[in-house]
C-alpha cells in the first residue's frame, strides 16, 4: 500500500460485498490512508442503504478517487444517488455480484451513453 497517492496516482474505490471487496483486495487496490480511511466498503446483510449511500458521497467527495466499483445490487437500494451524478471523475461503474448477475437495464452509465448514441426518433 502506498503512503502517498498523489505521486502514485488515483485510487480506484469499491462497495460490494464480501466476495467482490476480497477478489479486489487481493488484486492490490486497497488502501488504508494516515487517517485509516479505506477505499473500500464490505456490505453485508444489516448494511442499511443509508450507509451504503454515505459511503457512496464521501467517496464521491474524496480528491484521490479517480473510479467508484459499485455491485448494481447496492446501486439500485441508492438509485436516485447513483443516477444523480453526472461527472467523469469520479467514474462509477456498476458491477455484478455473484449472487446477483448483472442488468444492463438498470446502469445509469449505460443509460446515459445509449441516449447520446441514439438520437430520438424524428417523426415526418
Known sequence: MSTNTEDLGRLLAVIGDED???GFLLGGI?????????NFMVVERDTTPK???ECFKKF????????????????DMIRPTVD??????????EIPSKQHPYDSSR???????????????RHY
Open 107 to 121: 446502469d445509469s452509465i449505460l443509460k446515459r451513453a445509449q441516449r447520446v448514441i441514439s438520437p430520438p426518433e
Open 60 to 75: 464521491l467527495r474524496r480528491p484521490d478517487i479517480a473510479i467508484i466499483l459499485i455491485n448494481q445490487v447496492y446501486a
Open 20 to 22: 467482490t471487496c476480497v
Open 84 to 93: 444523480a451524478h453526472n461527472l467523469a471523475v469520479p467514474t462509477v461503474l
Open 30 to 38: 486497497g488502501e488504508v490512508g494516515e487517517d485509516r480511511k479505506t
Open 51 to 53: 450507509q451504503v449511500e
